[in-house]
Structures are given as C-alpha cells and as structure tokens.
Nanobody, 119 residues
C-alpha cells in the first residue's frame, strides 16, 4: 500500500525558513515525479513544485521560484521542500503527491502538513 506522510509544518515568521518532508513507501517511485501542492483557507489547491524521482529535474510555480527548493533522497525515499523567505501568502496545508508517468495525474496524496506564516 502506497503511503505518503508529510511532516515539518508549523508556525514561522515572515522571512523565515521551514523544511517539509514527505516520506514515501509502498512501491518504487522510479519513473514517477513527486509534487508539492498547497491549499490556503478558502482557496483552491495549487501546485507548488515537482521533482522527477529518477533524474532530479525540478519545476516550480512562479510564486515560489527562487525561494523554495524541492529535493529528494532516494536512499530514504523522502522528498523535501525547503521554504526560504516565506511570506504570509505561503500559509496553507502542504501536500505531497506522486505523479503517474507520462500523465498529469497524481495518484496518491498525503494527508498534508499545515504551514502558518505570521507577518
């Protein structure tokens, strides 16, 4: 059974940093991409960043480019989201998900970890 478990969320002041983790288990993720999404209160869930499990190729939403870094540790089956220079608008629940190869579909999602950025 595939499981994605996020951790590392919390309260941080604007301008600060936070690192989120997503521990993946239940299958090999070779060929998959792993993504981070977030959902702010009262808003739609939005894409944040993505990384290819095999190649390490990364892709970011414009709103976080230059501030957030996605990475993965294959030995630990874990994906990270390093969040620097955070802003109040980065507040939300952050989810990781696995993307099915050659599609835009994400098949498994974690339960999320909340991030609150205070001004």
């Amino acid at each position: 059974q595939v499981q994605l478990v996020e951790s590392g969320g919390g309260l941080v002041q604007a301008g600060g940093s936070l690192r989120l983790s997503c521990a993946a288990s239940g299958r090999t993720f070779v060929g998959y991409a792993m993504g981070w999404f977030r959902q702010a209160p009262g808003k739609e869930r939005e894409f944040v960043a993505q990384i290819s499990w095999s190649s390490g190729y990364t892709y970011y939403a414009e709103s976080v480019k230059g501030r957030f870094t996605i990475s993965r540790d294959k030995s630990k089956n874990t994906v990270y989201l390093q969040m620097n220079s955070v802003k109040p608008e980065d507040t939300g629940v952050y989810y990781c998900a696995s993307r099915v190869p050659s599609t835009d579909r994400y098949d498994y999602w974690g339960r999320g970890t909340p991030v609150t950025v205070s001004s």
